[in-house]
């Protein structure tokens, strides 16, 4: 939401209702900025089939790969 909010895009903040904005995007078409959805759980791809993401309170924000750590529920584009 922050990353967004910077751009002035506001973000609802459930990861079920992200799952709803922008339009829909197949995983295989992943571009840097796409939000991807997960069970509960939200990143931002940055490209090399990597996401940013807050994870844990302990661990901070972090970067995963593969981008499909989790199953993903859905790649919403924004822009």
């Given at each position: 939401m922050s990353v967004y909010a910077a751009f002035g895009v506001g973000l609802p903040h459930?990861?079920?209702a992200l799952a709803g904005v922008g339009y829909g995007v197949d995983p295989g078409a992943m571009q840097p900025g796409d939000i991807v959805c997960y069970s509960g759980h939200v990143g931002i791809y940055v490209g090399n089939n990597t996401i940013v993401h807050a994870s844990t309170e302990a661990t901070g924000i972090?970067?995963?790969?593969?981008?499909n750590y989790r199953t993903i529920v859905a790649v919403r584009r924004i822009f």
């Open positions: 459930s990861s079920s972090k970067y995963t790969s593969p981008a």
